[in-house]
């Protein structure tokens, strides 16, 4: 069974712009996780999506936005980007929200913003 | 306020020796507890996960202990190997069984194990 994938793995972009990364779940999982993840502050939670809704938003800007499709592949979106922005963005993907599911994590990609 | 806290921050070991990383929480309610693995630059892989009915978890040489009354846990590595290098992440879910769950992670410890 194929891991949970993400691209690009790779991602340099500028102030201002906006980024668009994409993460495909692992066959049959319908949750996906979004976090970001910066030396010192570990990983923090972006939001999560279960049957194309975000059933959980952590505490981010308004620039942080994602959407789920009908078959779980899910999207994450930053517009306007600062120099903070710069992180690996992990997305994982579970069966459900609820319980003691395991998220399984993908490879992540490195955004940096110059 | 709901926190996971790890020591040791960073830890130096040689290959071959045993060690113990801790976690202490305050997360209520608590829902399980998770030890995951990172090695640097990828996502993070779960080693255990443990209900509150579970005191004791193996995954090889990984063995993780929660005592739920003072809310600790921690991860013992036995007989290390220079591949358990990696940053060790103690996560707590917290929330009622068949509600939406919140993870509340920790920052991790860093390990090295040196030849």
């Known amino acids: 069974k194929a891991g949970v994938t993400q691209t690009p793995r790779y991602l340099i972009k500028t102030r201002g712009q906006q980024v668009t990364l994409s993460c495909s779940p692992i066959s049959g999982h319908r949750s996906v996780s979004w976090y970001q993840q910066t030396p010192g502050q570990g990983l923090q939670f972006l939001f999560e999506y279960f049957s194309e809704t975000q059933r959980n938003k952590g505490n981010f800007p308004g620039r942080f936005s994602g959407r789920q499709f009908s078959n779980s592949r899910s999207e994450m979106n930053v517009s306007t980007l600062e120099l903070g922005d710069s992180a690996l963005y992990l997305c994982a993907s579970s069966l459900s929200p609820t319980g003691p599911d395991e998220q399984y994590f993908g490879p992540g990609t490195r955004l940096t913003v110059t | 306020k709901n926190q996971v806290e790890q020591s040791p921050q960073s830890l130096i070991i040689l290959e071959g020796k045993n060690c113990t990383l801790q976690?202490?929480?305050?997360?209520?309610?608590?829902?399980?507890l998770r030890w995951y693995k990172q090695d640097t630059g990828r996502g993070p892989v779960s080693l255990t996960i443990m209900t509150f009915s579970e005191n004791t978890k193996s995954n090889g040489r990984y063995t993780a202990t929660l005592d739920a009354d003072t809310k600790q846990s921690s991860l013992h590595i036995t007989a290390s190997q220079l591949s358990d290098s990696a940053s060790y992440i103690c996560v707590v879910s917290q929330g009622y069984a068949g509600n939406n769950r919140k993870l509340i992670w920790g920052l991790g410890t860093s390990l090295a194990v040196n030849p």
């Open positions: 976690c202490n929480y305050t997360v209520s309610p608590f829902s399980n």
